[in-house]
């Protein structure tokens, strides 16, 4: 069967940067730009799910950039209470 979710408050800005930080290698010509608003966005989700996607998103942007490319990782609120995370 599926596995629970063990959800909680998640910060973003903090997970993105651990994630960057996980996938930045000498080589890798690839650097991330990561944007949050507002910077202290906390999230409502399993942290594990959410960094293992992250990972996965992330990994592919940067193995399909360019040499010397930018892959820009936007993460921001919306209205009604839910938040949206762009690459």
Do not use: I, M
Not at 45 to 54: C, E, K, N
Request: proline share 8%.
């Amino acid at each position: 069967g599926a596995k629970a979710l063990d959800l909680g408050d998640v910060p973003l800005a903090q997970l993105l940067a651990q994630v960057v930080a996980d996938l930045t290698l000498p080589t890798r010509p690839v650097s991330f730009e990561v944007r949050v608003v507002p910077e202290d966005l906390t999230v409502r989700a399993d942290p594990a799910r959410l960094r293992q996607l992250v990972v996965n998103v992330l990994d592919n942007a940067g193995r399909h950039s360019p040499a010397d490319g930018v892959v820009t990782v936007d993460a921001a609120a919306t209205p009604g209470g839910g938040w949206r995370l762009e690459v």
